[in-house]
């Protein structure tokens, strides 16, 4: 609809499955969002008939494509694969000479790492190959610790678009988001990576990131001081997707940007292309001590890094997609923290859009942000 | 099969022609080879422990590695600048530069790609750039134009040379019409490499340092300026050690389109900052770091001013032709353009862009002993490779490497 030719200033939430329905996603109740946009009168009855039913269906014309190039990737990689099968079968057959020494575990362990250095695209993946590998990835992690985890590939769900809100007269800057975000999603301990930045600033001087202080140790909420929480967006049309060379970062239906973590080669483009800060890099090897891994992963989400690849919030995937709120919302003392479905006419979320005077940070950049600054 | 036992022939010859020469040849080699080694350990070490053994962090996240491509890939597209007058133009002159042009650009090409690679946090899994067995994002990201058109630039610049030396190692003249289109080919394909990979910075709205419309025609004339340089000072060391004879008249060409290139430079440079400091808004702030520092932090300030002040005063020696046309004062003002622009281009560039961070953060950057270690590994390789491919073809060249049938 509208958000093709005029995407800098709608956000078009319903665009990706809702075309026609009645509810809109930007949270007015109708008109108000220019995304409800009647057939005017430059467009024939006709014309509009066509670009309505390429608006509802243009992603999945869209997808076919990726089918067809997946198909041939898929196949191509498998040649790839069969190209250095004698690689393989080398390898195999000094494992075996040596299968006296090595039992059959550690046979399995170099075959589970063998078809994950090789694997493809989680993005391109049918539901079968998600499966397998994060099969793979729990038993991997079982031969190596001898614990057990739980790693979901649950796809978005349909008629679901999360969004986020943050009342800024709620924060009182005390972090618990913060830890609990670091506990829930298995960030490395060592560099203290944290993906929510709590930006503590002035009285008076307005929004100034410039002089805020995003890094503070003091007793909190300080005198005079007011607190603003930052973190991945999960931007609309996030700059961060488009330059990424591999393809390893993408916007999910559900609006999660998300990373598949084996794909990326840690080139850092996606870093320099995003204006929030939403972006983590693993500039050495993660370690989560083993007792306080969450065991409950998803495979776009908490599940474990290595070093040399990017990361980020996923707006918990492994908890949003199972009906529940992200960590950083639930640990909230204060309710400065809303999360819910944009699409839901009946989310706090959207009342808190339709309520309230919201704003987003750096609009002018066109990057849609899903992330809502609000206050009382 | 005649073809292929002539090459066969070339490839003994010239590794005759590499592994045998003066005691200073030797030298020159063990040297670079051990600063490669040297490289080399310290990649290692990288590898072993991740990137955080360098200067990097989440708030500046490209540093030397970065800087160096891209300085370099100006390099690369300036053998064209010596292509496009000998080949179509006519103008013998240039035809002896040429080859070491092309020699010049491969190796700086091979140095971008050590540079991509050693910056990379995944190199194993690098196989996912390529196109077919991988997923290239295409034509949605400007890495992947990228990695394409440095590729194509690298294979145009090898068969090229390579095409013309292997028809004169049998003795026999090269054929236009089969270099003469490969040549105007390249002479485009130079400018698209330097286009797209200004482009790389120029299309992150989230970097307004690197968001403006001047950034890919200023990369062009600094390019156009840096790299003939190099080649001048590099003409100038091949025609006092080998018998391979270049004249005075190709030198002073080829200064005459540093001079243009770097006046040129200059005026996009006082235009830039013009826009800067006259109306300075929120979006001038990585400029200000850059050249006068932000709130006591001023690492880049002595690099950037030393490079502009080397950059002022060999664009006014070269503007003057008397000055120019004393070789000894020509070298001396290549050189210091040379340097000038690999800081201004190189983390000039890079670093300011990170710098204040999104929300206006300012951490500085300040490369590693490691990272020093790797950058000067590669720019060894590059000088080794250069080494090797300019000794063949000065051999064929002069005659001294031909074809025998029957050895
Ligand atoms: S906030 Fe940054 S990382 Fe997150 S979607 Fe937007 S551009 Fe990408
Ligand atoms: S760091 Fe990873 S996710 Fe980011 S652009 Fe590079 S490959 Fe893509």
């Not at chain 1, 060592?190 to 890094?215: C, L, T, V, W």
């Not at chain 2, 040849?25 to 070490?45: E, F, N, P, R, V």
């Not at chain 2, 690369?76 to 010049?104: H, N, R, S």
């Not at chain 2, 400018?191 to 968001?211: C, K, S």
Request: charged share 20%.
């Amino acid at each position: 609809m509208s958000s093709t030719n005029k995407k800098w200033f709608s956000l078009n939430l319903n665009s990706k499955h809702k075309q026609g329905s009645s509810s809109c996603g930007c949270g007015k109740t109708s008109g108000g969002c220019n995304s409800h946009k009647e057939p005017n009168t430059e467009l024939s009855e006709e014309e509009f008939f066509d670009a309505a039913v390429d608006a509802s269906i243009g992603e999945e014309r869209h997808k076919d494509g990726f089918d067809q190039v997946f198909d041939v990737k898929m196949s191509r990689r498998s040649a790839f694969k069969k190209l250095t099968a004698s690689l393989l079968i080398g390898a195999g057959a000094v494992n075996t000479s040596c299968s006296f020494l090595a039992g059959d575990e550690s046979k399995e362990k170099a075959q589970i790492d063998w078809e994950e250095q090789f694997k493809g695209n989680y993005k391109l993946m049918n539901n079968d190959e998600k499966k397998a590998t994060v099969d793979r990835l729990v038993r991997s992690y079982q031969l190596r610790t001898g614990k057990t985890i739980s790693m979901s590939s649950t796809n978005a769900e349909d008629d679901v678009l999360f969004g986020y809100a943050f009342n800024i007269s709620k924060c009182q800057g005390y972090m618990d988001c913060v830890n609990a975000c670091v506990e829930e999603n298995n960030q490395d301990r060592n560099s203290q990576m944290q993906y929510i930045r709590i930006h503590e600033m002035e009285d008076g001087k307005g929004f100034n990131f410039n002089e805020a202080d995003d890094n503070y140790y003091h007793e909190v909420p300080a005198e005079g001081h007011f607190y603003m929480g930052t973190q991945c967006f999960h931007c609309d049309n996030p700059p961060c997707v488009d330059v990424c060379p591999v393809q390893a970062t993408w916007r999910e239906d559900d609006g999660l940007v998300v990373i598949d973590y084996d794909w990326c080669v840690g080139c850092r483009y996606c870093m320099a292309a995003c204006p929030y800060d939403g972006r983590r890099f693993n500039w050495s090897k993660p370690e989560v001590p083993e007792s306080e891994i969450n065991k409950n992963q998803h495979y776009l989400g908490n599940r474990l890094r290595k070093k040399g690849v990017m990361e980020k919030c996923t707006f918990c995937v492994q908890r949003s997609r199972a009906g529940k709120n992200p960590a950083c919302v639930e640990a909230c003392p204060t309710g400065a923290r809303i999360f819910g479905n944009l699409l839901d006419p009946n989310s706090t979320i959207r009342w808190v859009l339709e309520n309230k005077k919201v704003f987003r940070l750096k609009e002018d950049l066109g990057t849609e942000p899903k992330f809502w600054y609000f206050m009382d | 099969m005649r073809r292929l036992k002539v090459f066969k022939r070339l490839v003994i010859d010239s590794l005759d022609v590499i592994t045998h020469g003066s005691k200073k040849y030797h030298l020159w080699m063990a040297l670079l080879t051990l600063i490669m080694l040297i490289g080399m350990y310290c990649y290692s070490i990288q590898i072993e422990q991740g990137l955080s053994v360098t200067g990097m962090t989440d708030r500046v996240s490209w540093g030397l590695y970065i800087s160096n491509f891209t300085f370099l890939v100006g390099v690369a597209a300036a053998a064209v600048m010596l292509v496009m007058p000998t080949y179509v133009l006519k103008d013998i002159d240039f035809k002896q530069a040429v080859l070491i042009g092309e020699g010049l650009a491969v190796a700086a090409l091979i140095m971008c790609l050590a540079f991509v690679v050693a910056d990379m946090g995944g190199p194993s899994v690098l196989w996912h750039m390529i196109p077919g067995i991988g997923v290239f994002n295409f034509p949605n990201s400007m890495l992947t134009w990228d990695v394409i058109v440095l590729n194509g630039y690298l294979f145009l610049n090898i068969t090229i040379p390579f095409y013309i030396l292997f028809r004169h190692y049998q003795g026999k003249k090269s054929k236009k019409s089969v270099y003469v289109p490969g040549a105007i080919l390249s002479v485009f394909w130079a400018v698209a490499i330097h286009l797209v990979t200004a482009f790389l910075y120029q299309g992150l709205q989230a970097r307004p340092f690197w968001n403006n419309a001047l950034l890919g025609p200023r990369f062009l004339a600094s390019a156009f300026a840096a790299g003939p340089a190099l080649i001048i000072i590099v003409l100038a060391i091949i025609r006092t050690y080998t018998a391979f004879k270049i004249e005075d008249k190709t030198l002073k060409k080829i200064a005459m389109v540093v001079t243009v290139a770097a006046q040129i430079n200059l005026i996009m440079l006082i235009s830039e900052l013009f826009k800067e400091f006259y109306a300075p808004t929120h979006h001038s702030e990585s400029a200000y770091y850059l050249f006068f520092g932000l709130e006591g932090k001023t690492a880049l300030l002595p690099w950037i001013w030393t490079a502009i002040s080397m950059n002022v005063l060999a664009t006014i020696i070269l503007t003057f032709h008397k000055l120019r046309n004393n070789f000894k004062v020509l070298f001396f003002a290549c050189f210091l353009l040379f340097v000038a622009i690999w800081i201004e281009k190189g983390f000039g560039l890079i670093v300011p862009g990170f710098i204040p961070g999104p929300y206006g953060k300012i951490a500085e950057y300040t490369p590693t002993g490691i990272e020093i270690g790797v950058t000067i590994g590669i720019w060894a390789m590059g000088a080794f490779v250069f080494t090797i491919l300019a000794r063949t073809a000065i051999k064929i060249e002069t005659g001294e490497l031909r074809y025998k049938k029957d050895k």
